[in-house]
Every structure is written in C-alpha cells, then in structure tokens.
C-alpha cells in the first residue's frame, strides 16, 4: 500500500506519517548517520536523490533513512525537488556542512563540541562545523 505525503492531514501530520516513515517505537538522532547519508550523496552520480520511501512499515533500515532524510531536510542540508519529496537533492548548505566536516578529525571535533551543549540541533552541528573552519583558517593567519 502507498501513501502521499500531501494527503496527511495538517492537523494529524505526525500521526498521519507515523506509519508510512516508521517511527512507531520512536527514533534516535544519529549524527554520524546524517553526515553517511550526506557523503553518500556527494560521491553519487547525479545530483538527485530517492526522496523517503512510501511504503507502509517500512523495514527498521528504510524508516531509519527516511526519518533522518527528513532531519536533514528540516535543517536545510537537502531539499526536495517536488511536493511529493519523491526526489531530494543535497543543497549548498549541504556541501558545506561536507567540505568542513569531510576529515575525520574535523568531524569529531565538532561532535565533542556539540556534546558539550544540551540539546545541540542538526543546524547547531552545521555552525559548530562552520566555526571549526573559520578558527583554523585563523590558525594560517588568514584574516576571517
């Protein structure tokens, strides 16, 4: 059975989407996940994406993609090419959030400083990455 985004009612909108991205035993933010899915998309042929599946309880591993997708499209890291969302595609706050966050030690800098405040959101990750890049562009005297 398939289901439309745009048939949910606004007013029931989570639970409308509740069994369509198969968030019934609830769902964990995964940081590392969001960046895989994010490099995934760069080094793929192509600029557009499968948008989050529609199937009916979906498998633990397509509701895990499909709610983190919409994680990444809330922050504005992806954006969705039509109202269905039947196709995404990586945006220019994506690639950035890449390029500062591509080498290893970047990342998990950022994570460390992300975990050092409670609550810290997908776009607050986006900053903190931001903020890496400028304190060592800083570091080679460059005048940011």
Not at 12 to 22: K, R, S, Y
Not at 41 to 69: C, I, Q, T
Not at 76 to 97: A, E, K, Y
Request: glycine share 8%; hydrophobic share 45%; proline share 6%.
């Amino acid at each position: 059975m398939r289901a439309e985004w745009n048939r949910c009612d606004p007013e029931a909108f989570v639970a409308c989407l509740t069994p369509i991205i198969g968030m019934e035993g609830g769902m964990i933010r995964d940081n590392d996940y969001l960046r895989e899915i994010l490099i995934k998309m760069e080094v793929a042929d192509g600029y557009k994406f499968n948008g989050p599946s529609r199937v009916m309880a979906p498998s633990p591993e397509e509701a895990r993609y499909n709610y983190h997708l919409l994680l990444l499209i809330d922050a504005g890291l992806v954006s969705p090419m039509d109202p269905q969302m039947n196709t995404v595609r990586m945006t220019g706050q994506g690639h950035d959030f890449l390029a500062a966050t591509r080498r290893s030690e970047a990342w998990e800098a950022v994570k460390e400083q992300a975990a050092k405040i409670p609550g810290a959101s997908v776009g607050m990750l986006a900053k903190i990455a931001e903020g890496y890049v400028i304190a060592k562009a800083r570091e080679l005297g460059l005048p940011i």
